[in-house]
């Protein structure tokens, strides 16, 4: 894949959008529809990293499994994924197969996205062999560097996963996909599956290599600190829309959309309060109704929201500058 011009952006989502089929209720019932991303875009630079936040079911790994072209787009008029500017989606297998190594995922379980019967060399050279088919000695000598990039060893080319901890594991799928050298890094909820206080050193191995190597990331988390801590930008996706986007000292700590401050000040805090003054409790997010029909007017967090009018109900809100490099989809924002 070419390396793009300076004003090709490294990776470009336009107008994304996918549903699933869900069983039928009856035989004589048509299949409900799931609408999981709905009319998702963005732009991602060389070297930044894009954080996509919101609750389970929000459309997260869906988009992450788009960007990666594991899952398509709809047939008809469901978007593009542009990576250097070429749509994954409409390239040929064979060039598939070839661009892969420009950007590689990292999964959530570092304890099921590695293979317990072979070695960690093996695993770490995996890409290697399926996309850059290279020379078995030229195989080990690359996984050999991109372990020791993630800080592990040498003797650790010989040892099975069952042998490492949960950190070190995580280690070990960073360093599987730093095999190929690639470009892009998509991270869906890289450390949720680990102690947090491993969290941390997984965390700053991730900004270490996008120093060194000019990575770009888009992690994918629900986790709010997460993506504080490592991210430049943010989307906040709600029922397959984007619902407000911007810098994360922005967002997160004066949000415009109401969901936005709801996902906040549902994080726990622990605080010692003054003397006299009430303990304060975080907010728990009221249920989630079903997802509206995806052609239905309004807004879809209307019935949750707590500055909801009549507009909300009858009028979808479109994404929209509220101020320079801050966008909202709301009537009534903050």
């Known amino acids: ?15 994304l959008s996918r549903h699933y089929r869900l069983p039928r209720p009856s035989l004589w019932q048509p299949a409900p529809r799931l609408q999981a991303l709905s009319d998702i875009g963005f732009v991602l630079p060389a070297g ?11 459309g997260k790994s869906t988009l992450a499994r788009a960007v990666m072209a594991l899952d398509e787009p709809q047939t008809h008029g469901g978007g593009q994924v542009l990576l250097d500017g070429q749509d994954l989606h409409a390239l040929a297998p064979e060039a598939l197969r070839q661009a892969r ?4 995922m990292v999964f959530q379980d570092p304890y099921g996205s590695l ?28 996984a050999l560097d991109s372990l ?26 960073i360093a599987r996909a730093l095999a190929t050298s690639p470009r892009l890094i998509v991270a869906d909820e890289p450390v949720s599956a680990l102690d947090v206080s491993v969290q941390a050193q997984v965390l700053n191995l991730l900004l270490d290599l996008r120093q060194r190597l000019g990575l770009s990331f888009l992690l994918i988390s629900h986790d709010l600190a997460v ?13 397959g829309r984007v619902v407000e986007q911007g810098a994360p000292a922005q967002l997160f700590r004066a949000g415009a959309h109401p969901y936005t401050r709801l996902l906040v000040d549902a994080v726990p805090r622990v605080a010692v309060p003054k003397p006299g003054q009430p303990r304060r409790r975080h907010v728990a997010l009221a249920q989630d109704p079903a997802r509206p ?15 909801a009018s009549a507009r909300c109900t009858a009028e979808r809100p479109v994404l929209a500058p509220l101020q320079p490099g801050h966008l909202v989809a709301c009537h009534h924002p903050h």
């Open 1 to 15: 894949m070419s390396s793009g011009s300076s004003t090709t952006p490294l990776l470009e989502v336009r107008s």
């Open 48 to 58: 930044r990293s894009l954080g996509v936040v919101g609750e389970s079911g929000s």
């Open 101 to 104: 190594r420009q950007f590689q």
């Open 115 to 142: 293979d317990p019967r072979r070695r960690v060399g093996a695993i770490v050279a995996e890409p290697l062999a399926a996309l850059l088919r290279l020379p078995v000695a030229e195989q080990a000598a690359r």
């Open 148 to 173: 020791q990039a993630v800080g592990l060893s040498a003797a650790d080319l010989h040892k099975y996963p069952h042998e490492f901890s949960g950190g070190q594991r995580q280690r070990i799928a």
């Open 227 to 239: 993506v504080d801590h490592v991210c430049d930008e943010v989307l906040v996706l709600y029922q």
């Open 293 to 307: 029909d995806p052609q239905a007017a309004g807004c879809a967090f209307a019935a949750r929201c707590p500055r």
